[in-house]
């Protein structure tokens, strides 16, 4: 995880990162080739709990990156 930008807001902290991985996982191919296969990906804070942080995606600055590969896979989008 890569620390984009953080800052102080009137009535919250800001924090952006951006998060690169390699993901795994066991998949049903039976509907091969027109399957859909969906990533799922979860944070949770190291030292605050559920009431204290609220993640939330900010829609028009999220995406995936253009020039991300799935092997073999076409990726639909975001």
Same mark, same amino acid.
């Given at each position: 995880?890569?620390?984009? /930008?953080?800052?102080?807001? =009137? !009535?919250?902290?800001?924090?952006?990162? /951006?998060?690169?991985? &390699?993901?795994?996982?066991? $998949?049903?191919? /039976?509907? $091969? =080739?027109?399957? @859909?296969?969906?990533? !799922?990906? @979860?944070?949770?804070?190291?030292? /605050?709990? !559920?009431?204290?942080?609220? $993640?939330?995606?900010?829609?028009?600055?999220?995406?995936?990156? =253009?020039?991300?590969? &799935?092997?073999?896979?076409?990726?639909?989008? $975001?």
């Amino acid at each position: 995880m890569e620390l984009i /930008r953080g800052e102080e807001r =009137p !009535t919250e902290d800001y924090i952006e990162y /951006r998060v690169k991985g &390699v993901y795994a996982g066991s $998949f049903d191919f /039976r509907g $091969f =080739p027109l399957d @859909e296969h969906f990533l !799922t990906v @979860e944070l949770e804070g190291k030292q /605050r709990g !559920t009431s204290q942080l609220v $993640f939330e995606s900010d829609n028009e600055e999220s995406g995936l990156d =253009p020039k991300s590969k &799935v092997a073999g896979w076409g990726v639909k989008g $975001f």
